[in-house]
């Protein structure tokens, strides 16, 4: 089995990827991994019973609420390198997904439709009407079922290397993700995904079961093209140019939210109120950490839309 095999299952996993209360959280105390060195200490952290899991969430900073999703067999604290950056003004509100983590797996299946419910719930469960989401490969299709389903939720959107069919994908990856399975555990030793796991998750012993519930999901085709469209709030769709993605699949999604149909005016008059950042040098596997993808996502997240126009800057340098 190849590294690049259990890198494609760490980042992409799921890319194919209630009536709540308020409940006291039960405290939960992070543990260091590879992947937490960088980790700002979380104001508040705890688990919440949610649609019969129990979902770790920590919330760092203050200011406007941001939802923040990891990405398939990581959890929040891969976003170590670039969280301390959006909690600056922001309240950031990372969740352990379903199965992964500090999210104990349980015998329910993995669904990207039951998690969009679930997130909605765990905003409302913390005291929150409507937060902005960020969602990064299988976080950015459970960020993508919570906004369709939940729109009232969610009041911008940001879809990190995440597509809406299963056709997005390079045909070769469609290959690898159909081996994920149980029997790679003992070959997924060595990684950081198996380490990280170890580290924190409440049933250590289910990792081969959560390799075999992704790989199950996986193997299912999708297409929610008919969904997009329902995406009424302000999207941001953020790629890296050498994504798993075909740069097609991403034209597409943004074409079919309204974007790119037309030139933007002279007076940005036709200027869409989506986004599209493709960033250079970035690959699936390591735009959810870099920096210009907080320098794009932040100011659209901010619902800032003026540009300096040529007058001013001309102005400016006489």
Known sequence: MSRSIFFAIFASAAALFAAPGA???????????????????????????????????AVYGKGEPLLLLHGGLGTTDMFAPILPKLAENRTVIGVDLHGHGR??????????????????????????????????SLGGGVAFRMAVQHPEAVRRLVLVSTGYAADGFYPEMRGQQAQVGAAMA???????????????????????????????????????????????????????????????????????????????????????????????????????????????ALPFLNGETKVKTWDEIVSETN
Do not use: C
Request: aromatic share 10%; hydrophobic share 40%.
């Open 23 to 57: 409940t006291k959280a039960e405290e939960a105390k992070p543990a260091m991994t590879t992947e937490t060195k960088a980790m700002p200490k979380p104001a508040k952290s705890g688990l919440l019973p949610i649609n019969g899991l129990n979902y770790y969430y």
């Open 103 to 136: 999210t104990a797996l349980g015998d329910r299946p993995l669904s990207l439709e039951a998690m969009g419910d679930d997130m909605a719930a765990i905003v409302k469960a913390l005291g929150y009407e409507q937060v902005d989401v960020m969602g990064y």
């Open 186 to 296: 003992d070959m997924m030793k060595e990684t950081p995904m198996y380490k990280s796991y170890m580290a924190v998750a409440p049933h250590p012993q289910d990792f081969p079961k959560l390799l075999d519930q992704l790989g199950a999901y996986m193997r299912k085709d999708y297409d929610y093209s008919t969904d997009v469209p329902k995406l009424k709030m302000p999207v941001m769709l953020a790629f890296g140019d050498s994504d798993m993605y075909r740069p097609e699949h991403e034209i597409k999604f943004y074409q079919m939210l309204g974007g790119g149909l037309k030139d933007a005016g002279w007076m940005r008059e036709n200027l869409s109120q989506n986004r599209l950042a493709i960033l250079p040098n970035r690959t699936h596997y390591d735009v959810f950490f870099a920096p210009e993808l907080v320098a794009a």
